[in-house]
């Protein structure tokens, strides 16, 4: 079991910035894809952002590419997503999510551990 826990959500104001963390509890954490989704009122859950269990591979969705980061300390058990030049748009919960491969690293339903959520509001 993989429990994770997000931090650093809340209101920032368009073209600002915040930076999200991931921790988790097990130290086979090196062993898992990191993801981070999230979900807007009313819509679907979407994916943002994966990275590798070395951090050697990333992949961004399109609409956040060029502003959002993945990153992650395996030292630490945490994950980042730095996000910059925030827009509306961008207002969600975001979840981070663990998968123990990387084939499916944009489609939800290959992961297999999830954290609580954090709200992210951009306003305009």
């Known amino acids: 079991q993989v429990q994770l826990v997000e931090s650093g959500g809340g209101l920032v104001q368009a073209g600002g910035s915040l930076r999200l963390s991931c921790a988790a509890s097990?130290?086979?954490?090196?062993?898992?894809?990191m993801g981070w989704f999230r979900q807007a009122p009313g819509k679907e859950r979407e994916f943002v952002a994966a990275?590798?269990?070395?951090?050697?591979?990333?992949a961004y969705a399109d609409s956040v590419k060029g502003r959002f980061t993945i990153s992650r300390d395996n030292a630490k058990n945490t994950v980042y997503l730095q996000m910059n030049s925030l827009k509306p748009e961008d207002t969600a919960v975001y979840y981070c999510?663990?998968?123990?491969?990387?084939?499916?690293?944009?489609?939800?339903?290959?992961?297999?551990?999830w954290g609580q959520g954090t709200q992210v509001t951009v306003s305009s």
């Open positions: 999510a663990a998968d123990r491969g990387w084939s499916y690293y944009s489609e939800s339903a290959s992961y297999d551990y």
């Open positions: 990275v590798n269990w070395s951090g050697g591979s990333e």
């Open positions: 097990r130290r086979t954490f090196t062993s898992y894809t």
